[in-house]
């Protein structure tokens, strides 16, 4: 659809349509549909809903056209929106390019302050307003704390667009990817550097006990070369040693642990109290002890010591 597209970094390229699609009704009474969208290659790609809402409950507001996308796990990935049909704000002012800009960042927090509100404790009842009066306007009680988050006259829009982005389509969206999880799309979360499908796809293939499910072994040990700290401190804790004693992988994990940021490091170091280690990796940590601080320094003499 030609007009303004506005997308995070993951949002990839736009997918084609498939016949996987389900009907959404929505906290303001609206109904719509979300369809999965396919790749080039066949592969589910992201899900796609086209939005026609009301933004408030009288005629001096302009209804909103909009198309959105949510990543395979319900995450808003961008919105695009019909070049004939603008978003407006009070007066059918329309958004400006830095407006539309800070609507995208604002649809990107799952956290917004606009998440604890109902709409009458944010907007003044538009019914009695006064021609030509201020009839988007925050409550004093709430106008300081939402003023960097939403868009001065559009506040109604703001709102409704939020609710719809976070709202019951997630769950929608992840009973959908639910039922089509197969080990070709675990391998493609695991492989996709999204960490949000990484986590998905480490909690349908790693046990209680840290075993994983044969043929994503590998996939699953590279997690710990992540740039996402948390996901690689996940897999360090949980992975059962055994999945860490090849001399190949103890190399790449001496190499992983000299380029290593602090965190991390303290992560390798714990794990490596739980595997023997091989000759090369205790070289490495040998070699290269001096070059860190004290503490870490301390705890590769204490493993040696320890493992000699």
Same mark, same amino acid.
């Given at each position: 659809?030609?007009? +303004?597209? %506005?997308?995070?970094?993951?949002?990839?390229?736009?997918?084609?349509? =498939?016949? #996987?699609?389900? !009907?959404?009704? /929505? @906290?303001?009474?609206?109904?719509?549909?979300?369809?999965?969208?396919?790749?080039?290659?066949?592969?589910?790609?992201?899900?796609?809903?086209?939005?026609?809402?009301?933004?408030?409950?009288?005629?001096?507001?302009?209804?909103?056209?909009?198309?959105?996308?949510?990543?395979?796990?319900?995450?808003? +990935?961008? %919105?695009?929106?019909?070049?004939?049909?603008?978003?407006?704000?009070? =007066?059918? #002012?329309?958004? !400006?390019?830095? /407006? @539309?800009?800070?609507?995208?960042?604002?649809?990107?927090?799952?956290?917004?302050?606009?998440?604890?509100?109902?709409?009458?404790?944010?907007?003044?009842?538009?019914?009695?307003?006064?021609?030509?009066?201020?009839?988007?306007?925050?409550?004093?009680?709430?106008?300081?704390?939402?003023?960097?988050?939403?868009?001065?006259?559009?506040?109604?829009?703001?709102?409704?667009?939020?609710?719809?982005?976070?709202?019951?389509?997630?769950?929608?969206?992840?009973?959908?990817?639910?039922?089509?999880?197969?080990?070709?799309?675990?391998?493609?979360?695991?492989?996709?550097?999204?960490?949000?499908?990484?986590?998905?796809?480490?909690?349908?293939?790693?046990?209680?006990?840290?075993?994983?499910?044969?043929?994503?072994?590998?996939?699953?040990?590279?997690?710990?070369?992540?740039?996402?700290?948390?996901?690689?401190?996940?897999?360090?804790?949980?992975?059962?040693?055994?999945?860490?004693?090849?001399?190949?992988?103890?190399?790449?994990?001496?190499?992983?642990?000299?380029?290593?940021?602090?965190?991390?490091?303290?992560?390798?170091?714990?794990?490596?109290?739980?595997?023997?280690?091989?000759?090369?990796?205790?070289?490495?940590?040998?070699?290269?002890?001096?070059?860190?601080?004290?503490?870490?320094?301390?705890?590769?003499?204490?493993?040696?010591?320890?493992?000699?």
């Amino acid at each position: 659809m030609a007009g +303004l597209a %506005y997308a995070t970094d993951a949002a990839g390229s736009s997918g084609h349509a =498939d016949s #996987v699609f389900r !009907t959404v009704n /929505e @906290y303001n009474g609206i109904s719509y549909v979300v369809h999965l969208q396919e790749d080039s290659s066949g592969n589910p790609a992201c899900y796609h809903a086209y939005i026609f809402t009301p933004v408030c409950e009288d005629n001096l507001c302009k209804p909103v056209y909009i198309d959105l996308y949510w990543d395979l796990l319900g995450n808003y +990935l961008r %919105y695009e929106v019909p070049s004939d049909q603008p978003l407006t704000k009070l =007066d059918h #002012v329309v958004f !400006t390019p830095e /407006e @539309y800009e800070k609507l995208h960042d604002m649809l990107q927090d799952p956290e917004s302050l606009l998440k604890a509100y109902q709409i009458e404790e944010l907007v003044e009842s538009t019914t009695n307003a006064r021609p030509g009066g201020d009839v988007d306007a925050v409550t004093g009680a709430t106008a300081q704390s939402l003023q960097a988050v939403v868009i001065p006259g559009a506040l109604y829009t703001c709102y409704t667009l939020w609710h719809i982005v976070h709202g019951r389509v997630r769950d929608t969206i992840a009973s959908v990817t639910d039922s089509l999880v197969s080990p070709a799309l675990l391998s493609h979360f695991l492989r996709s550097g999204n960490y949000h499908y990484q986590h998905y796809a480490l909690d349908r293939l790693m046990d209680a006990q840290g075993k994983v499910d044969p043929g994503f072994e590998q996939d699953v040990v590279n997690l710990i070369g992540s740039p996402n700290i948390f996901l690689a401190q996940r897999v360090l804790k949980a992975i059962a040693p055994g999945y860490l004693q090849s001399a190949e992988r103890q190399r790449w994990l001496g190499q992983l642990f000299v380029e290593a940021n602090y965190r991390l490091q303290l992560a390798l170091l714990a794990k490596f109290e739980e595997v023997t280690l091989e000759r090369t990796l205790k070289k490495t940590l040998e070699v290269h002890r001096r070059d860190f601080n004290e503490e870490i320094a301390t705890k590769i003499e204490k493993l040696l010591n320890k493992r000699s």
